[in-house]
């Protein structure tokens, strides 16, 4: 947590700056990431994550973060950063650049928490069960008690 709460042009800055970041770092998660230079399918994403990262309040312009985060991950020349421009103003008149509802967002979050944590622990149960059930069923076949069985699979 930072000692100084940036306004107006310092917060914009800081803004810009950790938005880029952020989305520049993403960007290179993505095997062979450089392959993807002139495909119009980043730029449109680049656009979508900017859309829904940066606020009104946050005071910054989106398509200078996204001519940003383009130039930065793909080093751009200036006839290719001017092409970018006229990509993002078409999907913008395109409407093609749209903003997730809150709903959405919230959704999203959720989802990502069940299919990530909790459903790995429904996974696990499951996965546990069928186990014992296989411990179960081959000690059973040896000869051992159902009394021992239980406290093995207990201990297990």
């Known amino acids: 947590m930072s000692l100084f709460k940036f306004k107006n042009k310092i917060n914009s800055h800081v803004v810009f700056n950790n938005t880029v970041k952020q989305i520049v770092e993403e960007i290179q998660k ?3 990431y450089n392959e993807l230079k002139g ?15 940066i606020t009104k309040k946050d005071g910054c312009n989106k398509k200078d973060i996204v001519i940003e985060v383009i130039k930065t991950v793909f080093n751009l020349n200036d006839v290719e950063i001017k ?6 103003e078409c999907f913008w008149s395109n409407g093609m650049i749209v903003k997730m509802k809150s709903v ?3 959704g999203k979050i959720i989802g990502e928490w069940f299919f990530g944590s909790f459903f790995k622990i429904i996974i ?3 996965v546990k069960q069928i186990i ?4 179960e069923k081959m000690l059973m076949k040896i000869g051992i008690s ?3 069985i239980t406290i093995i699979i207990f201990l297990i």
């Not at 092409?83 to 993002?88: C, Q």
């Open 30 to 32: 993505i095997p062979k």
């Open 39 to 53: 495909n119009p399918e980043i730029v449109l994403m680049v656009c979508n994550c900017v859309e829904n990262i």
């Open 83 to 88: 092409s970018l421009a006229a990509t993002i």
């Open 104 to 106: 959405e967002k919230v």
């Open 124 to 126: 696990i149960t499951s």
């Open 132 to 135: 014992n059930y296989l411990i």
């Open 146 to 148: 159902k009394v021992v």
